[in-house]
């Protein structure tokens, strides 16, 4: 059966680089075909129409036409350009990290996947809507993880199967959860993880968004959290991520000296 010529898709722009003389490589990540490589025709010209529409954390409407290689942006449409991100460093700097795990975890053509595209607009318009990004980015991890098959075990010990009890833990990323102190006593490569900080992940686990978003961590419990599930995701990838650094140094400038 021969497939159409042009076909139309949803995306978001995870990133673009330079092809060609004017041509940009674009990444894109769509509703209906999943992690898709296209090409726009001339948008690095000065006068061009389509460039402002493919920047990255926009999602868009977008008409491609089958060529040799790659499809070709034939014509495209911003439905939300998430501008709040674009005026805060530190909302940029989640919303890449957000971008950088999905463009990390998925590959060219797996099929489409609404679920976790839903999950991924959400999560883009709930930084850019509120004023402190931290906590839709953990309920986005957390998500991602279930989707991916990488649920992290919270509530029975990932060696043992015991309940986990009310008090400091270990986290292990190659058991894929929690390790009770029975059992991490003197094991390598275990991180530890205060009671509060589970407490946490926990809640983010079993909940829906707006259940989670009644969470009050303290800065130590963040800290905490934000380490556990940035430290799984590298052991999952096998390699640093890049946007977590970018991040840090972002919030060590904006704060008053």
């Given at each position: 059966?021969?497939?159409?010529?042009?076909?139309?898709?949803?995306?978001?722009?995870?990133?673009?680089s330079d092809w060609g003389e004017a041509d940009r490589l674009l990444i894109l990540f769509t509703r209906e075909h999943g992690k898709l490589r296209a090409v726009a025709k001339g948008a690095r010209k000065v006068l061009s129409?389509?460039?402002?529409?493919?920047?990255?954390?926009?999602?868009?409407?977008?008409?491609?036409?089958?060529?040799?290689?790659?499809?070709?942006?034939?014509?495209?449409?911003?439905?939300?350009?998430?501008?709040?991100?674009?005026?805060?460093?530190?909302?940029?700097?989640?919303?890449?990290?957000?971008?950088?795990?999905?463009?990390?975890?998925?590959?060219?053509?797996?099929?489409?996947?609404?679920?976790?595209?839903?999950?991924?607009?959400?999560?883009?318009?709930?930084?850019?809507?509120?004023p402190d990004g931290w906590l839709a980015v953990r309920y986005y991890e957390m998500r991602l993880l279930d989707f991916l098959g990488f649920r992290p075990k919270l509530f029975e010990c990932a060696n043992c199967g015991r309940?986990?009890?009310?008090?400091?833990?270990?986290?292990?990323?190659?058991?894929?959860?929690?390790?009770?102190?029975?059992?991490?006593?003197?094991?390598?490569?275990?991180?530890?993880?205060?009671?509060?900080?589970?407490?946490?992940?926990?809640?983010?686990?079993?909940?829906?968004?707006?259940?989670?978003?009644?969470?009050?961590?303290?800065?130590?419990?963040?800290?905490?959290?934000?380490?556990?599930?940035?430290?799984?995701?590298?052991?999952?990838?096998?390699?640093?991520?890049?946007?977590?650094?970018?991040?840090?140094?972002?919030?060590?400038?904006?704060?008053?000296?």
């Open positions: 059966m021969n497939q159409p010529r042009s076909f139309r898709a949803e995306a978001i722009v995870l990133r673009h129409r389509k460039a402002g529409h493919l920047e990255p954390f926009t999602r868009v409407t977008i008409q491609l036409a089958r060529g040799r290689e790659l499809p070709i942006v034939a014509q495209v449409e911003t439905l939300d350009a998430y501008l709040p991100l674009r005026e805060d460093l530190v909302k940029v700097g989640y919303a890449a990290y957000v971008l950088e795990l999905i463009d990390r975890f998925t590959y060219d053509e797996e099929g489409n996947n609404p679920v976790i595209f839903r999950v991924l607009t959400d999560t883009l318009a709930r930084i850019a809507a509120e309940k986990i009890e009310p008090l400091d833990q270990y986290f292990s990323p190659s058991a894929g959860g929690v390790i009770c102190p029975r059992c991490g006593l003197g094991l390598p490569g275990l991180w530890s993880i205060s009671v509060e900080a589970l407490k946490y992940l926990r809640h983010f686990q079993r909940s829906n968004y707006v259940e989670a978003s009644r969470a009050r961590p303290n800065a130590e419990s963040q800290k905490q959290v934000e380490a556990v599930m940035q430290g799984y995701f590298t052991y999952l990838l096998e390699r640093e991520l890049n946007t977590p650094g970018f991040l840090k140094r972002v919030k060590e400038s904006t704060i008053p000296r």
